[in-house]
């Protein structure tokens, strides 16, 4: 099976804490690295991931509160001083570009490497990256800023041959990969032989939702209906759900909710608020509406 990786580098709220770093994830879909968000400290997060910054060339911005943008400049400047040529994609409101080109000009004249601005409305449901491996959707949250989720969407694989059946039947080179791609092989004589005796099925494509930061929405649920994994932030337990409403948060029930009626497989809980001395609690309150919760932490990495 390709690799489908995500590698949490921070899962707190705007409040620094000894305990959790700022927002930041690397989702590594076979051996490229997409880094979603990128609060202060990420660079060093990012090294103790033993993550490979030279895999990593394209960063989602979910929205431009500092706690989910500020580790950028430190990171390109970095990635500078290392003699990276590779272009860095960077997706993101347009107001990032006008406020970063300036902190760019100052603290990162002549950069080895282009950083490659691709503005996103984050209002609007669209597709914003899209390649051989994968696609990339906006989701549209609610948020004191306008603020979108990303949707990653694994693209099938051909269907794996059958060596021996491929020898048995004498099957030519130029036809492996329409077979690879569901074709039936004639022989010589007229016989067909069937594609199922000839491959073995690829494994499903699968799929990652990443929410965060969001006011309750269920008007999500349609787009990430039966992801693999969901990130959904959960800065609150429910006793400051006036709280969550007020800052255009969710709390971790509401986030629960959220994975139930989306019927994702797997639901992950972050962006914890600062006022939690243990998260457990949070993981608890999840768990009652959807059993199948796990906490966010840093240096996790879970295969999806």
Known sequence: MEKFELNILGCGS???????NATSQVLNIREKLFMIDCGEGTQVQLRRSRLKFSRLNH????????????????????????ERTADLHIYAHADLQKLMRPQLDFFCKGLPFDVVFHDINPVERTV?????????????LKHR??????????KPVPNHIIRDMIDFYKVPLFMINRIKNGEDFVCD???????????IPSDPPRSYAYCSDTLYNPEISEQIKGVDLLFHEATFLETEKARAKVTMHSTARQAAE???????KKLMIGHFSARYDDDLCLLAEAKEIFPDTILANENLSINV
Request: with cysteine; hydrophobic share 40%; proline share 6%.
């Open 59 to 82: 960063i989602f911005i979910s929205h431009l509160h500092g706690d989910h943008c500020f580790g950028l400049i430190g990171m390109i400047s970095t990635f500078g001083m290392i």
């Open 14 to 20: 705007a409040l620094p804490t000894m305990r959790h």
């Open 189 to 199: 004589d007229g016989t067909v032989i069937p594609n199922s005796k000839l491959t």
């Open 258 to 264: 959220i994975a139930k009626m989306s019927d994702v």
């Open 128 to 140: 914003v990256y899209d390649d051989r491996s994968v696609s990339v959707e906006t989701i549209p």
């Open 145 to 154: 800023l306008p603020t979108c989720g990303f949707l990653f969407r694994e």
